[in-house]
């Protein structure tokens, strides 16, 4: 009995035993030797570093519509120059003379009669020698879909978004004074530069509670069906009463009804803003889009863009930048611009509700005005650190971060500016146009080069990194060459100078435009000044895709037949922006909006506007 015990426990040792050996060496191979120790005062070598491709959303599409065919001969650049320029030269000469040439041009445009103090504005701008007096388009745009709502409703809006602390700063006017002011979380410079502005023309305001946007983003953004309606009810019903008012009364109504007088905003307890930053926001944002648009087709695979309304030749140089930047023609943007992959903040409403906005993008609803950091001089051009074109260096350059979307889980490579930057320093092939026939016969043509042939015409680096998730910002500096801090100055020693839109517009755009420099501007924010400068004419316009970015660059970098057509260019830019961008054609913009927005708040707003009668 004993002897079998022993023999069990035997095997039972010989079975953990083997059991311990082949944990130690699997497969009973021979086991390595030991490493070496490596001699004292040496790093062991590092291991092999494991690079992971890139991948970037994909934005060729083979169902987008092609751009238009460019005409024969000249080339493309040339052509789009020329035009542009004529065609401004024809809009600066055909502004009215006098305040009766402006009320009948007003109501020529527009089908109803000028609002309240039309002449205290009128007055006003030409004291200040404002260039264009009559092209205000853009402000009645803003302005006609609040014609399909009640005025009290409207005024009832503006208390209650300002009542709530939603990111917005409340101004109260009340008898031609700033009464009050909710400061909200803003700038310094925001509240001198929104004060500022009105303060120049206070007096000659209604009655009234301001809403303004103290962050970059867009706010307002309604249905297809419920902004339809209201323009439908604007056009069809309210301002054709207007029109047939014949005993006008040019002044506001004093007093209306709802505001408060005590000097203070009402809190309210409930918002119906929605707020949800570092998400997507494509799906709100395309809402106001046509049913039968592009960014409304609802299988993907099916959208397209349709670059046939807003480019020319194969390279698809920009021809119509409203078009351009019109997101309902352009569904790609939801893969390839920042703010509709995942905005550093966002803050919207579904209603129509006043809420006035340095920019915008095109399916929104915001009410822009002209921005508080340029009125405050945050960016200034300073022309004593800018040198002549000839002592320029002949390049593109760009110095910024990686601002315009949150990034997280690798979505910087769905975003414009690290898309921009990508392409300007690939190493791949790109397409410039060639003169394959004379100089009295040009025949322009596509051909393909290694785009490091001009690598010399460009400087476009991201110099900061932020607005990432940890991972995606170590990503970001691995993947891209990140140069110093530059200031704005450095962008002036350089003939060529890129503006890009960020989380919303780029605020260095009227000082490179004011500069000896010309300006390549990436942008589809909408901001005031949009009818004052004209594409081509004033600096020059990039497109989406960027097939014709490397030719843009050639075409006006290159010695040939481009060089002296960029100058002339800047020069144009510049001559006019020092005459457009001034703040007291801010302050003129603005005044023009608030007597348009102070008759859509008035409860007489059928029965008031000024006649015609004067200068």
């Known amino acids: ?112 009669p000028p609002p309240p103090n039309f002449d205290k504005w009128w007055d006003f701008a030409k004291e200040r020698d404002v260039q264009l007096v009559d092209e205000f388009d853009t402000v009645m745009e803003l302005i006609t879909p609040f014609w399909g709502l009640k005025p009290s409703t409207i005024r009832a ?23 009050a002011m909710f400061k909200a979380r803003t700038a310094d410079w925001h509240q001198k530069g929104v004060t500022g502005m009105i303060e ?8 009234m509670d301001l809403p303004f946007n103290v962050n970059d983003e867009s706010r307002v953004i309604l249905p297809h069906e419920d902004l339809s309606r209201l323009v439908k009810t604007a056009l069809e019903v309210n301002m054709p009463a207007l029109k047939a008012e014949k005993d006008l009364r040019n002044s506001f109504t004093p007093k209306p009804t709802g505001l408060n007088y005590e000097g203070r905003f009402d809190e309210v307890k409930l918002t119906r803003f929605n707020t949800f930053a570092h998400q997507p926001t494509w799906t709100h944002s395309r809402i106001s889009c046509p049913p039968d648009s592009p960014s409304r087709i609802l299988e993907e695979e099916d959208q397209y863009d349709d670059r046939a309304k807003y480019s020319l030749g194969e390279l698809g140089f920009v021809t119509n930048w409203t078009a351009l930047s019109d997101i309902c023609l352009t569904p790609s943007l939801q893969s390839t611009f920042g703010f509709f992959d995942r905005p550093n903040a ?39 650190v800018d040198p002549p074109w000839e002592e320029k260096i002949n ?31 690939a190493v791949d092939n790109a397409n410039i146009l060639t003169n394959v026939g004379s100089s009295d016969s040009p025949n322009w043509t596509v051909a393909s080069v290694p785009r490091g042939d001009y690598k010399s015409l460009l400087d476009v680096y991201f110099s900061h990194v932020g607005q990432c998730d940890p991972g995606d910002c170590t990503a970001q500096r691995e993947f891209f060459e990140i140069k ?21 517009f780029s605020g260095r755009f009227h000082a490179f435009l004011k500069s000896k420099s010309l300006v390549f501007k990436y942008a589809i924010f909408k901001e005031w000044h949009y009818e004052w400068l004209r594409p081509w004419a004033h600096y020059v316009p990039m497109s989406l895709k960027g ?29 006019w922006g020092n005459k457009v961008l001034r703040g007291e054609d801010m302050e003129v913009w603005f005044f023009r909006l608030l007597l348009e927005y102070g008759r859509v708040v008035d409860d007489d707003r059928e029965r008031i506007g000024f006649a015609g009668r004067g200068r």
């Open 1 to 112: 009995m004993r002897n079998r015990q022993i023999g069990v426990l035997g095997a039972f040792l010989f079975l953990v035993f083997c059991i311990y050996s082949l944990s130690r060496n699997p497969g009973g191979l021979p086991r390595p030797a030991p490493p070496k120790e490596p001699p004292k005062g040496d790093k062991p070598p590092e291991p092999p570093r494991i690079v992971v491709p890139i991948t970037w959303t994909d934005d060729e599409n083979t169902r987008d519509t092609k751009p238009q065919p460019a005409p024969s001969g000249s080339h493309p650049i040339w052509y789009l120059t020329n035009k542009a320029e004529q065609e401004f030269e024809e809009v600066k000469a055909r502004q009215s003379r006098t305040l009766s040439e402006a009320v009948a041009e007003y109501r020529k445009r527009y089908g109803i």
């Open 346 to 384: 966002y803050s919207v409403v579904h209603d129509l509700v006043p809420v006035f906005s340095p920019s915008k993008i095109s399916s929104y609803s915001d009410l822009i005005f002209p921005s508080p950091w340029y009125y405050s001089g945050k960016v200034p051009y300073d022309p004593s």
């Open 157 to 179: 809006r503006a208390r209650e978004v300002i009542g709530f602390d939603d990111s917005l700063m409340g101004l109260q006017i009340r008898s031609g004074n700033i009464s």
């Open 547 to 575: 097939e014709e970015w490397l030719e843009l660059v050639r075409y006006f970098g290159e010695d040939g037949e481009g060089e002296g057509e960029g100058e002339r260019i800047a020069r144009q830019g510049a001559e």
């Open 395 to 425: 390049r593109l350059y760009w110095r910024g971060s990686t601002t315009g979307g949150f990034s997280r889980n690798g979505g910087w490579r769905r975003q414009h500016r690290q898309r921009v930057v990508k392409k300007f320093n």
């Open 484 to 504: 110093k801090y530059a200031k704005q100055e450095d962008a002036l020693r350089y003939r060529h100078v890129l503006d890009l839109d960020g989380n919303a």
């Open 200 to 207: 120049k023309f206070v007096e000659f305001l209604p009655d």
